[in-house]
C-alpha cells in the first residue's frame, strides 16, 4: 500500500478505540476510497465520502434510524468522541462494521422477490425520518415534473440539432427514427402525474418524509448466512415516494431481460405489496414513471453529453438499441398491468 494512504489511514483510525493490524486498499477513486482495515475487533470497512458535513451527519443520522427500525445495514463505528465521522485535512472519513455476504442475483427468483421485499421493508422503516441538521441532502420529491420537463427539452434540443447536421453517423440516426416515438411517451407519463393523486401523494409525504435509496440494486444488497438482506451505500439517500427506487429496479431487471415481462413484474410488485402496501392510485404512479423513456434518455445524454468518453463508438450504439428494444417492448405490459392491478393491491 502507498505510504501516503498508509499515513492517511492511520490518522483517521486513531480517532477510534481500535488497533490497526493490516490495511487493504479496495478501492480509490479520487474523492472516493475505500479501505479494508483488520483491528483488534476484526476487519472494519473505511471510507473516503465526498460530501459534507451535513450530508454526512444525515446519513449517519438515516443508517441509525434505518437499523432501529429493523433494517440490515452495516453500522457506523463511532469516535472516541461519539462522532460518526473524521474530518481530516477538509476531507472527511466514516467508519463502518463489516458484512459479509453473497450478492443477490435477478435471474434467481428467490433472490429478486427478497430484493423486492427487503427494498418494501426499507421504504417503512424510513417513514417519519427528520433531518438532525433540519436541512435533507437531497428531497427530490418535489422535482418530478421539472426534471421531465426538462429531459424532453434536452431530447428537442438534440432533435432540432442533428436534423440540421450532415454528417450524421449510426447513433444519430437511430436517434432520429425512435425520438419522437419516445418523446410521446414522454408526454404521457406527465400527464399521468398531472392526476390530483400524485400531488397528494407527494403532500402528505412532505409530512410524513419517506426515504429512497436510488440504487437499491444487487451491487449494493448481500444475502447473508440466514438469508436476510443486507442493504449498502446510503450515499445518495433522498426524501421521495417509494415510486422511485419500484421503477429503477423494474428497468434493471427487464433491461437484462431485454424485453418487459407482465408475469415477473407482478410477481414482484406482489413481493413489495406483501411489507408495504400501496394503493392502486399508487400503483398508476408507478406506471406513469416507468412510461417516462428513463432508459433511452439516460444511454443518449451519455453519448451526446460525453458522460462515457472512454465507451467505444460500437458500445454506445449497442447500447442504445438494447435501450430501445427494452422501452418499445413496455407499452402492452404496462397496460395489462392496469387491468390487473387488483391481482397487486389484494395480494394478501
Request: hydrophobic fraction near 40%; proline fraction near 3%.
Amino acid at each position: 500500500m502507498d505510504a501516503i494512504f498508509e499515513e492517511v489511514v492511520t490518522r483517521v483510525i486513531s480517532h477510534y478505540p481500535l488497533e490497526v493490524r493490516q490495511i487493504y486498499l479496495l478501492s480509490y477513486k479520487g474523492k472516493k476510497a475505500v479501505w479494508s482495515i483488520e483491528t483488534n475487533i476484526g476487519e472494519v470497512i473505511l471510507k473516503k465520502v465526498p460530501f459534507n458535513k451535513d450530508h454526512i451527519t444525515f446519513m449517519v443520522h438515516a443508517i441509525d434510524y434505518l437499523r432501529n427500525n429493523g433494517i440490515q445495514t452495516p453500522a457506523v463505528i463511532k469516535t472516541h468522541s461519539g462522532d460518526g465521522f473524521v474530518k481530516l485535512d477538509e476531507e472527511y472519513f466514516v467508519l463502518f462494521e463489516a458484512v459479509y455476504g453473497k450478492s443477490p442475483e435477478y435471474k434467481f427468483e428467490n433472490d429478486l422477490l427478497l430484493i423486492l421485499k427487503g427494498m418494501a421493508a426499507f421504504h417503512k422503516a424510513s417513514k417519519g425520518i427528520e433531518s438532525p441538521t433540519g436541512k435533507f441532502p437531497s428531497f427530490l420529491l418535489t422535482e418530478w415534473k421539472t426534471d421531465m420537463q426538462k429531459r424532453v427539452e434536452k431530447l428537442l434540443a438534440w432533435k432540432k440539432q442533428l436534423s440540421q447536421t450532415k454528417d450524421k453517423n449510426k447513433f444519430d440516426h437511430q436517434f432520429l427514427t425512435l425520438v419522437d416515438t419516445f418523446l410521446k411517451q414522454a408526454q404521457a407519463s406527465l400527464n399521468r402525474l398531472n392526476d390530483p393523486s400524485f400531488d397528494r401523494w407527494v403532500d402528505e409525504t412532505k409530512v410524513t418524509k419517506t426515504l429512497c435509496h436510488q440504487d437499491f440494486a444487487a451491487g449494493n444488497l448481500a444475502i447473508g448466512s440466514k438469508g436476510s438482506l443486507y442493504v449498502f451505500d446510503m450515499d445518495s439517500l433522498t426524501v421521495d415516494i417509494p415510486v422511485r427506487d419500484m421503477r429503477k429496479i423494474l428497468n434493471k431487471v427487464m433491461k437484462k431481460a431485454a424485453a418487459w415481462d407482465i408475469e415477473l413484474m407482478i410477481k414482484m410488485m406482489k413481493a413489495y405489496q406483501e411489507v408495504n402496501p400501496l394503493t392502486k392510485e399508487q400503483y398508476l404512479i408507478l406506471v406513469a414513471d416507468i412510461q417516462f423513456p428513463h432508459l433511452f434518455y439516460g444511454q443518449v445524454s451519455k453519448y451526446y453529453e460525453n458522460r462515457e468518453a472512454k465507451w467505444p463508438f460500437k458500445k454506445h450504439v449497442d447500447r442504445l438499441n438494447k435501450m430501445i428494444a427494452t422501452e418499445l417492448s413496455k407499452e402492452s405490459v404496462l397496460q395489462e398491468f392496469v387491468t390487473r392491478l387488483d391481482e397487486v393491491v389484494n395480494h394478501e
